[in-house]
């Protein structure tokens, strides 16, 4: 019989309302009964975003003074390498390219790409380029003047995708991994004033997935290389609300299931989370459920790695409330208390490997 494999689960918040300063959790992950466990915390301001790089050692996570690494060590335990700034206000999201070389860092306050070089150590070194979004989109509340949300590569590790919440276009970007040097090349345009969030790969990275925040739907594009151009083609567009739903609803999370078969969403305003079915072949989307998550604006959900249970990140109650998955009858259940979390923001589970067992 097999070792059971073992998780941890990291969750973000923001810190500025906290007396605390503690913005990274570490919990064990119950994946049998669906729970987690807080074993430590971690001192960092306003962690609002968190990445783990594809070689699993290390962990990369916004703070107000730019970007601190970890190394994840035994038990799923942080270790602190080092603090870079980005030279420019905080960043909302990073993420690393498929070699663990290079760092990008979205700036939705000052609409800025940030490239950093990563180390042989895991820490942060010097910034390599910074790219500013221009121009003015639609004039309506925020949606007038870039906002730069995400930033993801290719799974080709060949161009990097910028949503631009603001200007409602994912601007897609050469990538040079000698000098660490981004280049636009090509655009994709959202429908005006939908708020492109955030953009997912599928596992073998044939098809990309957008979320919009204020239109509340995904858009699925596939993704050729055509004369070492990028293609994309919208093949689907499908909403992460049902027919009934809350007025100013805010479509949020994005993120697949560890087996690739399921993507999640949530709602903010609707306090939902809907899960997709994934078809492989086609790319496309096909709607498994939609229904309340028991909390104040779900900023994250993610299914736990049997996914048969779920978790939502409440940022406006504070909490995180846990939930009973049935796929094939489309419905969750309440699983248990929720837990206290002081605006909780992002949540990433990671299996323990090698020597973090």
């Not at 070389?101 to 070194?125: A, E, N, Q």
């Not at 098809?207 to 055509?226: C, G, Q």
């Not at 299914?303 to 939502?312: E, G, I």
Request: charged share 25%.
């Amino acid at each position: 019989m097999s070792e059971m494999k073992k998780y941890v689960a990291y969750v973000s918040s923001y810190t500025t309302e906290q007396k605390d300063t503690f913005g990274i959790r570490i919990y064990d992950v119950d994946v049998k009964d669906g729970r987690l466990i807080e074993k430590d915390q971690v001192d960092i301001t306003n962690s609002s975003y968190l990445t783990i790089s594809h070689d699993q050692k290390y962990l990369y996570s916004i703070t107000d003074f730019g970007v601190e690494s970890y190394r994840i060590i035994k038990g799923g335990d942080l270790e602190v390498i080092n603090r870079a700034s980005i030279n420019g206000m905080r960043g909302s999201y990073l993420s690393t390219d498929y070699t663990d070389k290079w760092l990008f860092v979205s700036g939705y306050h000052d609409g800025k790409i940030t490239v950093l070089k990563i180390r042989d150590d895991g820490g942060v070194g010097a910034i390599t380029d910074e790219v500013y979004h221009k121009g003015l989109g639609s004039i309506a509340e925020r949606n007038y003047r870039p906002h730069v949300q995400c930033v993801k590569m290719t799974r080709d590790n060949k161009f990097l995708c910028a949503c631009d919440l603001g200007m409602d276009k994912t601007c897609i970007y050469s990538f040079d991994a000698t000098h660490g040097k981004i280049r636009q090349v090509d655009t994709i345009h959202s429908e005006q004033e939908s708020a492109p969030r955030h953009i997912k790969f599928s596992r073998e990275g044939r098809f990309a997935y957008i979320v919009h925040e204020l239109k509340n739907t995904i858009d699925v594009y596939s993704y050729n290389l055509v004369d070492d151009e990028p293609e994309f083609e919208k093949v689907q567009s499908i909403s992460t609300l049902k027919d009934y739903h809350a007025i100013n609803s805010a479509a949020s999370a994005l993120n697949f299931s560890e087996d690739f078969k399921y993507l999640v969403s949530s709602n903010a305003g609707d306090n939902s989370v809907i899960i997709y079915r994934i078809d492989h072949s086609t790319g496309k989307l096909e709607f498994v459920l939609c229904l309340p998550i028991s909390g104040d604006y779900p900023k994250d959900v993610a299914l736990f790695p049997d996914n048969k249970h779920l978790v939502s990140l409440n940022h406006e109650s504070n909490t995180l409330t846990f939930f009973s998955v049935d796929m094939d009858d489309g419905l969750i259940v309440m699983n248990g208390r929720e837990m206290k979390v002081d605006k909780p923001n992002c949540i990433i589970f990671h299996k323990l490997t090698g020597d973090q067992i």
